[in-house]
């Protein structure tokens, strides 16, 4: 099945830019959906289709995905988006949703 | 305002079988996907299953496959699952999710707070 590599932990000062990658055969041909899990909290779907943001959601959030490697970016860090954060994709050949490891993001 | 309600989890001995339910409100149940996505103590998400608009479609993570069976009924605007042949590997929060679309290829918009299932003799 297919997989989907997420670092484990990133750390970013506030104000910084802060970069999530996940890594996958050919991922930029994928539609790539970021979720956002803060502790003790459902998770909230922050980026879809790679670089599309819900209502609501700051433009702060911005996606992206290029051959082998999609990458959630945030800008101007605070302290609020501190979480854990999650890439989805639908895998097509067991014809279901994959998620990624998990990448969890600190806050300096 | 969406909404969805997971209810129906507890402690339960191995083998044993639990039903889980989701009350969905604030939308038009009958017009989007839905899902169940689980969450072990201290681990990231896994996809369960999910269900198109109609329950012409379901489909299952392997690890579950042939144990749970998933169906809605848009009358009552509620999901459900159920759990048989339970492992302690199943212990989990279970998460109801709105589909996006009436297919489950698309993301889940709305989470519901979860459902804490335990396996355990």
């Known amino acids: 099945s297919y997989v989907l590599t997420q670092p484990p932990s990133v750390s970013v000062a506030p104000g910084k830019t802060a970069r999530i990658t996940c890594g996958g055969n050919n991922i930029g041909s994928k539609f790539v959906h970021w979720y956002q899990q803060k502790p003790g909290q459902a998770p909230i779907l922050v980026i879809y289709?790679?670089?599309d943001r819900p209502s609501g959601i700051p433009e702060r959030f911005s996606g992206s995905s290029s051959g082998n490697t999609a990458t959630l970016t945030i800008s101007g860090v605070e302290a609020g988006d501190e979480a854990d954060y999650y890439c989805q994709v639908w895998d097509g050949s067991i014809d279901h949703p994959v998620f990624g490891g998990g990448t969890k993001l600190t806050v300096l | 305002e969406v909404q969805l309600v997971e209810s129906g989890g507890g402690l339960v001995q191995p083998g044993r079988s639990l039903r889980l339910s989701c009350a969905a409100s604030g939308f038009t149940f009958d017009d989007y996907a839905m899902h169940w996505v689980r969450q072990a103590p201290g681990k990231g998400l896994e996809w369960v299953s999910g269900?198109?608009?109609?329950?012409?479609?379901?489909g299952y993570a392997d690890s579950v496959k042939g144990r749970f069976t998933i169906s809605r009924d848009n009358a009552k605007n509620s999901l459900y699952l159920q759990m048989n042949s339970l492992r302690p590997e199943d212990t989990a929060l279970y998460y109801c999710?709105?589909?996006?679309?009436?297919?489950?290829?698309?993301?889940?918009?709305?989470w519901g707070q979860g459902t804490l299932v335990t396996v355990s003799s």
């Open positions: 269900i198109t608009w109609n329950s012409g479609s379901m």
């Open positions: 999710a709105k589909g996006s679309s009436t297919t489950w290829y698309n993301p889940s918009d709305y």
């Open positions: 289709y790679h670089s």
